[in-house]
C-alpha cells in the first residue's frame, strides 16, 4: 500500500525532470515560440498537422551523441492564412532552440514571405542577395530563398542563440 501514493507522484516527478526552465519566449513564428518547451511544441505542431501517410504525426530523432537533442518535423497547416509549411525544430534539454518552416512555389511565394515578415517584425536589420534577417542579439529570424526557372523554395528560420549555445555542453571535440 505504500507504493500507491508514489505512483501518483511519478507522472509529476518525470515531468519535472524532462523539461529544465526554459528563457522567456519572445519571438514566435505562426504560433511557435523559441525556448519554449518541448510539450508546448508538441501541442501546437500537432493541433497543424497535415495528415499524410504517416498520420497527424511529429516525427522526432534523437541525436546519436544525446538524448539530449532531437531533430522533429512534420508538415503542417495553418489555419490563418491556410499556409502548407514543413516545419522542423530543434529541442536542446526540452527547450525549442530552433524552428525552420520550408515552402515551395513560385516567384510570389517570396514576395508574400517578405510582407508576412515585415508586417510580424518590422524592416529587416540586414540584407543580401537571397536573404534577410530580423531579430535581437540573441534571437534571429531569417528568411532565405532559391530559385530555378519559376520554382521558388523559401525557408524561415527561428533560433535563439542563449539555448543553441548549450549544444557545445554535447559537442565532443576530437584530440588533435
Do not use: K
Request: hydrophobic content about 45%; charged content about 20%.
Amino acid at each position: 500500500m505504500r507504493l500507491v501514493p508514489i505512483l501518483f507522484l511519478l507522472p509529476a516527478l518525470i515531468g519535472a525532470q524532462s523539461s529544465p526552465p526554459a528563457t522567456d519566449p519572445t519571438l514566435s513564428y505562426r504560433g511557435f515560440f523559441l525556448a519554449a518547451p518541448y510539450a508546448d511544441f508538441l501541442t501546437r505542431a500537432r493541433t497543424l498537422a497535415l495528415p499524410g501517410a504517416n498520420g497527424s504525426v511529429v516525427v522526432c530523432n534523437t541525436s546519436r551523441r544525446t538524448a539530449q537533442l532531437m531533430e522533429c518535423g512534420l508538415s503542417i497547416r495553418d489555419p490563418a492564412d491556410s499556409a502548407e509549411l514543413y516545419l522542423a525544430a530543434y529541442v536542446l534539454e526540452g527547450t525549442v532552440a530552433f524552428l525552420s518552416f520550408g515552402d515551395s512555389g513560385s516567384a510570389p511565394l517570396v514576395e508574400a514571405a517578405r510582407r508576412d515578415l515585415v508586417a510580424r517584425f518590422g524592416p529587416p536589420r540586414g540584407s543580401r542577395a537571397d536573404m534577410w534577417e530580423w531579430g535581437t542579439a540573441n534571437e534571429h529570424v531569417r528568411l532565405t530563398w532559391r530559385g530555378r526557372g519559376d520554382a521558388r523554395w523559401i525557408y524561415i528560420a527561428l533560433w535563439d542563440d542563449t539555448v543553441m549555445n548549450r549544444i557545445a555542453r554535447y559537442a565532443h571535440r576530437r584530440a588533435p
